[in-house]
Structures are given as C-alpha cells and as structure tokens.
C-alpha cells in the first residue's frame, strides 16, 4: 500500500497500529490523529457489515472509541475510529501479570457502562475480548472493535464475554470449562456472569463492580489490620443488619468476603449474584431461613473480632462486650438467637461504648 495514499482524500494513512490490522491515520480535515480499519467481510455479508457501522457511528461514550466515518475506498470499506493511546488488556496482562481486584472492577464498570449505552440503542458488540479493551495512561477502559458484524448476537453474549474478559484479567487466562475458584465477591461476581443460566441483572453486576472499584472486602480489611475492636464490629454488623431487613427472604451469602468496607469506614453487604456461603459461615442447621443468615452474620463479626473464623466450642477472646452477642447469634438452635429487633438494640449498645 502506497504510505502516502489517502481514504476519501482526507485520512493519510501513516503506521501500523500494533500487530494487528488498524493503521495510524491523520485527518486533514479535522487536524487529528485518528485509527482506521479495513472492513474485511465475506462479499455477502457487506452490506449487513455496512449497515452496523453506520449505526455504530451514532455510539458515543467516554468507555467507547467512536466510529468517526464509514467510507468505501476503490470498492473497499474502511472504518475510521477515534484514535486512543493505551495498550491491549491482553498485552499488560501478558507482560506485566493479572491485575489486583480493584483495577480490575474499575475495567469492569468502564466495560459495562459502554455495553450498557449501546445495548440500550440496540447495538451489540459481539466480540467483547481482551484484545479489544484498551488500558489508558490515566486508568480509563475503552472498549474498541464496534462496528464490525455482530452476527446477530444478543446483548447477554456480550455479558457473558465481559465475563470472560474479567476472569482474564484477574487470573491471566480465559475461564474455559472451569472459571477460577475463590469466595471472594470479584470472582463470584464473574462465575455467576458465566454461568449456563444467564448472567445475573445489569444493576446487580454494577452495583458489585462499583464498590469493589473502591472499597475492601472485611476479610481483606483483617487480615491487613488485624482483629477489629468491638464497638466497630457492631457498627458493621449494624449495616449488615439494615441490608438483611430490607429483604423478605434468605439472603445466602453473609460472609467477610460479601461485606465491603469504604473508605470512612462504612460497611456494605453486597447483592448476591447467586447464593453460596462457605462452610465455616453456614449456619448448623443448613436452612434457608432468616435465623440462618443470622448465624452467618455471627460468624462474620467473630471473624472481624477475632481475627479466625469461628469454630464449634471455641469461644472469642478478644471481642470484649461484643462477646455475648456472638454467643447467642452462633447457638445451635435457631430459637436461642435474637430476633432483628433484638439484635439491632445489642448491636447499637456496643457501637455506643468507646473503643
């Protein structure tokens, strides 16, 4: 290709982009730096290719690089896009290893809310991968590759691949047969995202990408920190308590992992994306009752006092006045533990004391 040619006498075309197809362009119209693709479809499927880039060109979003303009070429179709510094997710993952859980949510909310904006304009991406998010200097996610044929797609495959992207940048692979296993909420998040029965609902997927962009889980929060004192134990369990009445039913997921800590402090239990608790914060009689979770949010708070999970005949030791009430929300029977009310006056009584 000749280097000085120009697209519609406007776009010159300068150096490869990569190792992949897209090519530096400058428009002399506009005075910018701009990416530009080669539309390559079989013959039959141009015009339908034709058609979405158009569409697409309409997409615009601070998580997408826009198609600018869609021209034909000597018979050839060519997308101009906008042109963004960053490198491949899958590149930095490649030669700098999986990213911390955080940045990685913080991809994640980019990811979604662009996918979001474009299904709600009924354009699906169709190859959401890690070749096609791009990591900017200032830790913004794009997402590129819009335009191209979606083959019909619809907007949960789009999901699933945002999944599947995720569990690349967390674990440095794709999920294949068997997603990587751990309780934390990220990992949790993506395997129900994977899962054959559909990915959960978008606002439950952003809500849990939101807070693990900024905030920490309480067993991560411990094991940094140590043991907590007991008057801001109470005052998490008191957060927890308050998402637990606002449901009707059985929760199924109270455990450190599922209760993030902000910045001030403030605690949340996070929506459950599928239900599932490990074993040491089950609760004895396996039932799916509100006196379950109960003992499920007894043996968080013993975690975050005493730094250990509970186990059956040991006492805390360092949970001070909270301690009582650990005891009775971790009894055997379900009738000996407080009810919401109860709980809710004890727990205040605690967070009231000075620590």
Not at 282 to 311: K, M, N, Q, Y
Request: hydrophobic share 45%.
């Amino acid at each position: 290709m000749d280097e000085n040619r120009k697209l519609n006498g406007r776009y010159r075309l300068l150096n490869p982009l990569g190792a992949g197809s897209v090519r530096l362009a400058f428009d002399e119209a506009e005075h910018r730096d701009v990416a530009v693709r080669e539309l390559r479809v079989p013959p039959e499927l141009r015009d339908a290719a034709l058609f979405e880039a158009r569409r697409a060109s309409g997409l615009r979003h601070p998580c997408v690089v826009g198609v600018l303009d869609v021209l034909i070429e000597y018979g050839v179709p060519w997308l101009v896009m906008e042109f963004v510094s960053g490198v491949s997710l899958e590149q930095t993952v490649r030669s700098r290893g999986p990213l911390p859980v955080p940045q990685a949510a913080r991809v994640g909310v980019c990811l979604l809310s662009a996918l979001t904006e474009a299904h709600g304009t009924g354009i699906v991406h169709g190859r959401v991968d890690p070749g096609n998010v791009l990591l900017t200097s200032t830790g913004r996610a794009v997402l590129t590759g819009f335009g191209f044929p979606s083959l019909s797609m619809l907007p949960s495959a789009d999901l699933w691949s945002l999944a599947a992207t995720l569990h690349f940048a967390v674990e440095g692979r794709p999920p294949g047969q068997v997603p990587a296993e751990g309780a934390d909420p990220f990992r949790s998040l993506v395997r129900a995202m994977l899962h054959p029965a559909g990915p959960p609902p978008p606002e439950v997927v952003g809500e849990t990408l939101d807070r693990l962009a900024v905030d920490r889980p309480l067993d991560a929060l411990v094991a940094a920190a140590g043991p907590l004192p007991p008057a801001r134990v109470a005052a998490i369990g008191l957060a927890v308590l308050d998402r637990l009445a606002e449901r009707d039913d059985f929760h199924g997921g109270v455990q450190p992992g599922n209760v993030l800590i902000d910045d001030s402090g403030r605690a949340r239990l996070t929506p459950l994306p599928r239900s599932g608790t490990l074993p040491a914060y089950t609760a004895p009689e396996g039932a799916p009752t509100r006196a379950a979770d109960l003992w499920s949010l007894g043996a968080t708070l013993f975690l975050a006092s005493e730094g250990r999970r509970p186990a059956r005949g040991v006492s805390p030791v360092k949970a001070g006045v909270l301690a009582p009430v650990l005891l009775r929300l971790l009894s055997d029977d379900p009738l000996d533990r407080p009810t919401l009310d109860e709980l809710r006056r004890e727990l205040l009584a605690v967070a009231g004391e000075r620590e």
